[in-house]
């Protein structure tokens, strides 16, 4: 039988306490005392510790017809901060969230990818250390920073193993940790965005996420959690083969799923999204023609692999990324109806869902910063 110390049973009864209050505000010494079993000294013991560490506060009384009022607890969200920062070719953009999850501050500004990759990773710690300076941010206060980034990443996320759309294979990210005495890691872009999604709808179970943005990706949710797979490649839906030898994907091969529903099959690079979803919608527009048939096209594609998608795991498809964000819900009906016709079980097609977060383009950044978060809730004190 395994043995507990006393001081393992004290830190366990203090995260418990954290816990209870986290899940619970502006509770009471009795409710935590009462619904963990503890005696109420012992609870005064962990308020103290808990106060000290600046995880937890008073706040405010809680109202009783009978005797004294007694002080109300809740967490301090800002006690600890996580940050996400969503690297691509032109751009950066930095989330810092709280114990709950809520945006503490974001930032976004033009950085273009260098392949000096020494030199980018300094620019990117420069930037951070700036926006913590800024934002009056001591590093004690920051869980650690996740960088998510277009690639499939090592399992102990500090290398790019396929970086294909930047050219980034191998980069490591030690040269930015250089900078930081907190932990620092790299993930798969499109798992933040599934991370993100988790968080907000916990109640997703098992589920196929597609991240349909400037490219596509995916990650598969199975018991609430993300899968990687033996080489960490599962999800890739980018690379399934739609059209033997037609359009050229990034990767080098012939008829991937990506150059048919990435943002360029839309936009052919021209235009921006909300342009495109604009003009499509608008029959007074010179370009209505044109851009019912590309988005007809696309739908085409879009309803033929959600299909198979659907053949594989039948469970929820949650259609993410900044695509969708511009989605209606006519948008939506078009597409079931589309996937309805491709099906050979004539299924319902309500399992195609919009994703539940609304940050939209953020959700990577954001789920790049929640993995500190849940890690923190999950471990001990
Ligand atoms: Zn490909």
């Given amino acids: 039988m395994e043995k507990f110390s006393l001081t393992d049973i004290k830190k366990k009864n203090l995260t418990d306490v954290y816990h209870y209050i986290y899940d619970n505000p502006l509770c009471s010494k009795q409710q935590i005392a009462n619904s963990l079993s503890m005696s109420l000294p012992t609870v005064t013991q962990h308020l103290n510790n808990l106060t000290e560490m600046e995880l937890i506060e008073e706040s405010g009384k809680i109202s009783s017809s009978i005797g004294r009022k007694a002080a109300a607890y809740s967490a301090v969200s800002t006690a600890k901060l996580a940050i996400g920062i969503d690297i691509s070719r032109h751009a950066v953009s930095m989330a810092v969230l709280d114990l709950y999850g809520k945006q503490f501050f974001f930032d976004s500004r033009a950085m273009e990818y260098k ?16 926006q913590l300076r800024e934002h009056d941010l001591p590093l004690t206060r920051i869980l650690g920073i996740g960088l998510s980034v277009q690639g499939l990443i090592s399992s102990d996320g500090q290398e790019i193993v396929y970086g294909v759309i930047l050219d980034n294979t191998g980069l490591r990210i030690d040269r930015f940790r250089e900078h930081f005495s907190i932990p620092c890691c790299l993930l798969h872009d499109s798992e933040c965005a599934a991370r993100k999604e988790l968080w907000d709808n916990p109640e997703l179970r098992n589920a196929i996420y597609l991240n349909l943005s400037q490219h596509l990706g995916g990650a598969i949710i199975l018991h609430g959690d993300i899968q990687h797979g033996i080489y960490g490649r599962s999800g890739t839906f980018e690379h399934m083969t739609l059209e033997p030898g037609g359009k050229k994907c990034y990767c080098g091969k012939r008829g991937c799923v990506d150059p048919y529903l990435c943002a360029a099959a839309l936009t052919e690079d021209k235009i921006t999204l909300e342009e495109f979803f604009r003009e499509k919608s608008n029959p007074d527009s010179p370009f209505y023609t044109e851009y019912q048939t590309r988005w007809g096209r696309y739908l085409g594609w879009l309803g033929l692999f959600l299909n198979n998608l659907h053949m594989i795991f039948d469970t929820i498809i949650v259609l993410g990324g900044s695509i969708p964000t511009f989605f209606t819900e006519s ?20 399992f195609i869902q919009l994703q539940r977060t609304d940050v939209g383009i953020r959700s990577t950044s954001h789920g790049a910063a929640c993995m500190f978060i849940e890690n923190f809730l999950m471990n001990q004190l």
């Fill in 115 to 130: 392949s000096d990759t020494d030199s980018y990773l300094d620019q990117l710690a420069d930037y951070v250390k700036e």
């Fill in 331 to 350: 948008d939506l009906e078009e597409i079931r109806k589309i996937v309805y016709e491709f099906s050979t079980f004539r299924d319902e097609t309500t």
